[in-house]
């Protein structure tokens, strides 16, 4: 794999909690400056992949808790015909 794609690959492994904390760290020395532009970038598109790892977690716990929630809505409702 390429250093990109292997970084890629690495950051979708990451459980939601990792690549929240890391994204933080990321923003963080960011904010702090002090670092090359190239380093910058690098930092930039790191956090990048991290922010669409957590929002792919969320969108996942979106996806599970309407689920559940139509499920027992159907449930519900399938109560009140009997």
Known sequence: M???TEQTAVAEA???EQARDELIEV???LEAGGT???ESLALWERGE???KVCRRWLDGA???LDAALAEEERGEADDGER
């Open 2 to 4: 390429t250093g990109k």
């Open 14 to 16: 990451l459980g939601y």
């Open 27 to 29: 923003v963080r020395r």
């Open 36 to 38: 090359s532009l190239e």
């Open 49 to 51: 992949e991290l922010a």
């Open 62 to 64: 979106r996806a599970r």
